[in-house]
T-cell receptor, first 111, second 115 residues
Framework: DAKTTQPNSMESNEEEPVHLPCNHSTISGTDYIHWYRQLPSQGPEYVIHGLTSNVNNRMASLAIAEDRKSSTLILHRATLRDAAVYYCILRGMDSNYQLIWGAGTKLIIKP | DVKVTQSSRYLVKRTGEKVFLECVQDMDHENMFWYRQDPGLGLRLIYFSYDVKMKEKGDIPEGYSVSREKKERFSLILESASTNQTSMYLC??????????????FGDGTRLSIL
């Protein structure tokens, strides 16, 4: 399975945009890029996913590099409630059910 | 909204006990999953079920079994609990379909301590 690399932690100021990077240099052509986040004392929560094109939803935007070897999750205006661990995960078409989870990035939001 | 409910937030059991962790989802999802989460190791898949009475081993099934008699309920069983099974256990559900990219919906977890 292709793996992802994320920074262990990042800090950002409240009400500013946040760009969370993810490297996946061994991604295959059929791997989807998924992002989840886990708030303290809760289970993980789906954020967004994409294949090739940039994606937007009410929570965030996903920017995917043209060569697909990296992607960036963008929180447009961070709030204190966005403090969480963010996981970038690849899901291959031959892994019917599984998501392979890494260690994620702990996002710290400063007031 | 999808609701995945795990029966206990915290549970303390003794070595050798048979332990049942229950998970119920209310959205008629075909797929259900059990993970454990340990510091530095992330989430690891124990078992999953793609439909009633169906089950497949994940990455770390040893010492665990599962039961899915009804669509909404997926139970994780520790046959004879050991201290190395002390962990956070997370249940998830998802709309079915083998190659579905639909999101997994998680419960809030059960923190299990084996003494």
């Amino acid at each position: 399975d292709a793996k992802t690399t994320q920074p262990n932690s990042m800090e950002s100021n409240e009400e500013e945009p946040v760009h969370l990077p993810c490297n996946h240099s061994t991604i295959s052509g059929t791997d989807y890029i998924h992002w989840y986040r886990q708030l303290p004392s809760q289970g993980p929560e789906y954020v967004i996913h994409g294949l090739t094109s940039n994606v937007n939803n009410r929570m965030a935007s996903l920017a995917i590099a043209e060569d697909r070897k990296s992607s960036t999750l963008i929180l447009h205006r961070a709030t204190l409630r966005d403090a969480a661990v963010y996981y970038c995960i690849l899901r291959g078409m031959d892994s019917n059910y599984q998501l392979i989870w890494g260690a994620g990035t702990k996002l710290i939001i400063k007031p | 909204d999808v609701k995945v409910t795990q029966s206990s937030r915290y549970l303390v059991k003794r070595t050798g006990e048979k332990v049942f962790l229950e998970c119920v989802q209310d959205m008629d999802h075909e797929n259900m999953f059990w993970y454990r989460q340990d510091p530095g190791l992330g989430l690891r898949l124990i078992y999953f079920s793609y439909d009633v009475k169906m089950k497949e081993k994940g990455d770390i099934p040893e010492g665990y079994s599962v039961s899915r008699e009804k669509k909404e309920r997926f139970s994780l069983i520790l046959e004879s609990a050991s201290t190395n099974q002390t962990s956070m256990y997370l249940c998830a559900s998802r709309v079915g379909g083998g190659n579905s990219n639909q999101p997994q919906h998680f419960g809030d977890g059960t923190r299990l301590s084996i003494l």
